[in-house]
């Protein structure tokens, strides 16, 4: 919003969100023989990032400063693919990796990993990922967007009722061309992220990310998402189903 000055983006509902009572929340990872077992002493270690300003990547920061550690001097870190990261760990080409679902669920790197923190323990609660759409087309496509905001409803519901949760395995299986199995254990369960029911985003939360963000220099101006966000859509479209 503020490098391609999109003042008029609106925030309009929920993905999901990181650290909600009772659900998953990213894991950070050293290895579980390894030398490391305090944040301390990370100090002169390398350290893997999916990218530079990244959710994941912004937590490990704060972390570090946390307990005394300088990002740009006491550590290094080096850009990589998730899928990528169990290796560089278990070859010792990093000393800690972020964990997100479904990677984090990997048998083979929970064995031979061990968590480090949460970032539940680092940020609180986080509102990882928002919908937004402009201003303008939102009041030129009001009815059509309540229209569209009730299908996400009716879709996001059936995906998180319990009762259609093999249903839903099936769908992912074959969406991704992957196993049931690797989905059937944790996909929109506990064990996954959170996702509001009623894709209303945690505007507390998430200005609390956006704060971060400009803590850890990564954005210059300070941002109101309240003033930024316009949920009276999706309470229109929730208000049909009810």
């Known amino acids: 919003m503020e490098n ?21 929340t990213d894991e950070y990872f050293v290895a579980r023989d390894g030398p490391v077992r305090l944040v301390a002493e990370l100090k002169g270690k390398v350290l893997a990032t999916n990218a530079a300003g990244s959710a994941v990547d912004i937590v490990m920061r704060a972390m570090l400063r946390r ?19 169990r290796a560089m760990l278990a070859e010792g080409k990093v000393s800690l990796i972020p964990g997100v679902i479904p990677f984090s669920l990997d ?22 990922l928002v919908w937004v759409a402009r201003a303008g087309f939102l009041q030129k496509n009001r009815a059509a967007m ?4 009730e299908d996400a409803l009716r879709a996001v519901r059936f995906y998180l009722d319990p009762k259609n949760h ?21 996909l929109f369960t506990k064990a996954d992220y959170y996702r509001d029911p009623s894709l209303l985003p945690d505007l507390q939360a998430l200005q609390a990310n956006v704060d971060l963000a400009r803590e850890m220099g990564f954005v210059k101006a300070r941002l109101d998402v309240a003033a930024h966000s316009d949920l009276g859509i999706v309470r229109e479209a929730a208000a049909r189903l009810r």
Not at 4 to 24: K, M, N, S, T
Request: net charge negative; aromatic share 10%.
């Open 4 to 24: 391609a000055g999109l003042d008029d983006l609106r925030v309009i509902g929920d993905e999901f969100q990181d650290g909600a009572p009772g659900y998953y």
């Open 107 to 128: 048998p083979p790197l929970r064995s031979a990993a061990r968590r480090l923190f949460t970032q539940k323990e680092v940020v609180g609660r986080t509102q990882m």
């Open 146 to 149: 309540v229209d569209f905001m």
């Open 67 to 85: 307990h005394g550690l300088d990002e740009k001097k006491d550590v290094t870190f080096v850009e990589a693919a998730y899928p990528n990261m």
């Open 166 to 186: 093999e249903q839903v395995v099936q769908i992912a299986a074959r969406v991704t061309k992957q196993p049931p199995e690797r989905f059937r254990g944790w």
